[in-house]
């Protein structure tokens, strides 16, 4: 409040949704002025899986230490070329990089997001490329009648994504409510935030809202080609590495071209077992069994009949029966390979006393199993059996027109002259059939309606019949480049959404005024 | 002759028996090669039994600063004998332990329950160190001279301003056949970032009797300007702590031409050491 430009005049701010109620206690000897008072509602952005660049805790980035850069991981071209070729980027590199030593096993703690200090609009921890959306965002001037009510600063949070969901969902709750702060401290008014979410960044995003207790600090949530109950994808891709077109290279160099390079991640890292398939995984036929074994003799019933973690991603896999095991046993169709996770301290069968003492202690599966665990819970937690818990005001889209894994299929033919299982971007199990021939199972190029890594079934779970305008979507866009200039119609949909969240954030105020 | 050379020559002389020092050698694990004077070693690692062990450098932490680090981590300190201090701490899940006996260091991890068995390798590595020793699984300035493992891995990384080099290598259950550089790749990432790719060099090359494959290529982007990428990989033979994977790469953002003299002295001064 202030009078200083003249004596007879005060001026008054007002919030604007406190405009209805009495204002008593003037001085009838003034001339009053009210400045309306906008609420700020900031728009958060939460990228998908390796969207947010990691660094080691208390060291700077530009160094090094233990011979790896202190900034882990980061989408720079800059960074890339010289942290991620194919040579110094083998599993066992990756798996450096981002859990630590061969000796050390997943630990939330080792990495954190590289942001500014102070983070201010948290746009330096997370990928260049959603800037192209962000930028636009911050610049829209299309508001309408909503920007006589409202501003909508944008800002960023990027998570630990090597993390489990449920402490990225409190760690973005925490962020919210910085957020919410800072914005107060600016504008005068804010209390809730939209959170815009990309792949992964949904699943973090209904965390905070659903498991952490930020609903109500929350205006809405506007989702893009959320893996909502996992995707196939991440099984295909832990078995044979990541494949697609130009906007996937990044990923793929991440988290490798082949199932030998991924396992060392993915499988030690809960974000990364996150993105599998849940218990309430459809296929887009609305199949429960996504993990197809076709031509075999004997027809084999599809996988799981009801929990992929018991029976695929608790299995251990066996890529090859043992010597003279015939027919065999080996469970090829499990999701992970124990000799791939942990390859600098592979056990090696045999070798002397010492080999079988190092052998007995450098078992990696207690440790995937822990990480396992954190993903079921999450899981259990956010997509009960009856749904996935979600925000009210929720918006969804989804990608179409890419091929994407809404099954996996492994085809069993002969095998005469094959033996490698882990081929660039392919897997072969092998086994022998009940008349000891050999066989060998192989992984079938991913088919479906998707965007390519989410298929829209599972994309589309959280979508509800009459959703207000712009309603949940699917257009013709790519999994990765989702928000990118080269898919407008999915900006011009987010925004639309926003302004929907917005004006039921108006209608909500404006009821409660009116009660008053 | 400088004067101060011939005065050295007299010294050695009187000292007997030991040989000049080549200081541009670097011995690890099961291997000898050449370090160019102008690069310094950044970052060394040798594990064996999947015990990591190296050997104490000016900037090594005493033990006593070590045990203070690790504070209320600290789970016990095993009775390791033979003037081997030790202590098992945790990180997270992870039950860790550190030894130390003289200038020779060890780490390793167990799960918890089968500490002792951690112990006795960690002790058996640490004991047989030899300083000074030419043959053996070397950590430098000398080497653990013990029964070969099916579980040896080695990293040593040598940098100056503009050239970063590694050597590593792994003993293999199968001879790790992957490729280690993919020219299609590197073009489809230079490509996304508006950038070419060329290849300067491909083919096999052998060296030490271990035939493995070579590939040069220079990326450049317009962001980062010119990248140059030298490797150099040989698959390995199962199960031999004498012939593991070994790959060697160089990479500088400078011109190709300052990477070459380096990348021919390393790659073809790389020898074999004894295992017995």
């Given amino acids: ?516 | 002759m400088k004067p101060s050379f011939v005065l050295a020559l007299i010294l050695a002389g009187c000292q007997g028996a030991k040989p000049p020092v080549d200081t541009n050698k670097e011995s690890i694990g099961r291997f000898r090669i050449s370090r160019p004077p102008a690069l310094a070693v950044a970052y060394r690692m040798q594990s064996i039994y999947g015990v990591d062990v190296w050997s104490a450098t000016e900037k090594q932490t005493p033990w006593s600063q070590r045990l203070a680090d690790l504070g209320l981590s600290i789970k016990s300190r095993p009775a390791l004998g033979s003037g081997i201090e030790g202590v098992w701490y945790k990180v997270g899940e992870d039950l860790l332990i550190d030894a130390n006996k003289g200038k020779v260091w060890a780490h390793r991890g167990a799960p918890e329950g089968k500490e002792a068995g951690a112990e006795e390798l960690v002790r058996d590595v640490i004991n047989s160190y030899r300083e000074g020793a030419r043959n053996g699984f070397s950590i430098g300035p000398g080497a653990i001279v013990i029964e070969t493992s099916l579980s040896e891995t080695t990293r040593l990384q040598m940098a100056n301003e503009t050239i970063e080099v590694e050597f590593s290598t792994r003993t293999v259950q199968e001879p790790d056949t992957r490729k280690f550089m993919d020219a299609g790749d590197e073009r489809d990432f230079a490509a996304l970032a508006g950038g070419s790719v060329t290849v300067l060099r491909e083919g096999e090359r052998t060296v030490a009797g271990m035939t493995g494959h070579e590939m040069w290529l220079q990326i450049s982007t317009p962001k980062t300007g010119q990248h140059t990428r030298y490797t150099w990989h040989f698959p390995g033979e199962p199960r031999s702590a004498g012939r593991p994977s070994v790959t060697l790469l160089a990479k500088t953002a400078a011109a190709p031409a300052v990477l070459q003299p380096v990348w021919e002295t390393i790659l073809s001064s790389i020898e074999m050491i004894s295992v017995d």
């Fill in chain 1, 1 to 516: 409040m202030s009078n200083a430009g003249n004596p007879l005049v005060k001026k008054h701010d007002v919030d604007w949704n406190k405009v209805d109620e009495y204002k008593t206690g003037l001085s009838t000897k003034l001339r009053h002025e009210f400045e309306v008072r906008r609420e700020a509602i900031p728009l958060v952005f939460v990228p998908g899986i390796m969207g947010s660049h990691l660094r080691r805790p208390g060291l700077p980035p530009d160094g090094k230490t233990d011979g790896l850069p202190n900034l882990r991981w980061s989408t720079d071209t800059g960074w890339v070329l010289s942290n991620l070729i194919l040579a110094d980027s083998d599993g066992p590199r990756r798996r450096a990089l981002l859990v630590g030593s061969p000796r050390q096993t997943f630990n939330p703690d080792y990495l954190e997001v590289d942001e500014a200090t102070p983070p201010g609009d948290g746009f330096q921890g997370i990928m260049k490329d959603y800037q192209e959306f962000l930028n636009k965002l911050r610049e829209y001037k299309e508001w309408g009648e909503l920007d006589k009510y409202f501003v909508f600063p944008v800002y960023a949070v990027g998570y630990n994504w090597t993390d489990d969901v449920l402490r990225g969902g409190k760690y973005l709750a925490k962020k919210i409510d910085t957020i919410i702060e800072e914005a107060k401290g600016v504008t005068g008014l804010c209390e809730k935030v939209i959170l815009i979410s990309h792949s992964m960044g949904g699943l973090i995003c209904r965390s905070a809202s659903e498991l952490a207790g930020s609903r109500s600090k929350i205006a809405g949530i506007v989702h893009g080609v959320q893996p909502v109950n996992g995707s196939p994808a991440a099984y295909w891709r832990v078995k044979a590495g990541f494949e697609g077109g130009l906007l996937d290279i990044l990923v793929r160099r991440a988290l490798g071209s082949d199932g030998t390079r991924v396992t060392p991640v993915l499988g030690n890292i809960p974000g990364g077992l996150t993105l599998l398939p849940n218990k309430n995984y459809l296929t887009n036929n609305k199949e429960v069994g996504w993990l197809k074994i076709t031509g075999s003799a004997k027809p084999i019933a599809p996988l799981p009949k009801k929990d992929p973690y018991q029976e695929i991603y608790r299995e251990k896999a066996r890529p090859k029966p043992d010597l003279g095991e015939a027919p065999s046993n080996n469970a090829y169709w499990g999701l992970i390979d124990p000799d791939l996770l942990n390859p600098d301290n592979a056990v090696v069968p045999g070798g002397n006393r010492r080999d079988r003492i190092n052998a007995d202690l450098n078992d990696p599966w207690p440790a995937y199993l822990r990480s396992l665990d954190k993903a079921e819970s999450l899981h259990d937690l956010l997509s009960p059996s009856q749904g996935p818990l979600q925000h009210p005001q929720t918006f969804a889209v989804s990608g179409t027109g890419h091929d994407t894994a809404h099954v996996v299929e492994l085809a069993i033919e002969s095998n005469w002259v094959r033996s490698d299982s882990y081929p660039s971007k392919g897997f072969r199990g092998f086994f022998n059939d009940a008349n000891g021939d050999r066989m060998q199972a192989v992984l079938q190029e991913p088919t479906g309606e998707g965007d390519g890594t989410v298929p829209l079934s599972s994309a589309e779970a959280v979508n509800v019949k009459g959703r207000p305008d712009p309603q949940d979507k699917s257009f013709a866009a790519e999994h990765q480049g989702a928000y990118g200039n080269d898919f407008g119609i999915v900006q011009e949909w987010a925004i639309d959404a926003i302004k929907t969240m917005a004006k039921h954030r108006y209608h909500e105020q404006r009821k409660g005024a009116a009660a008053k």
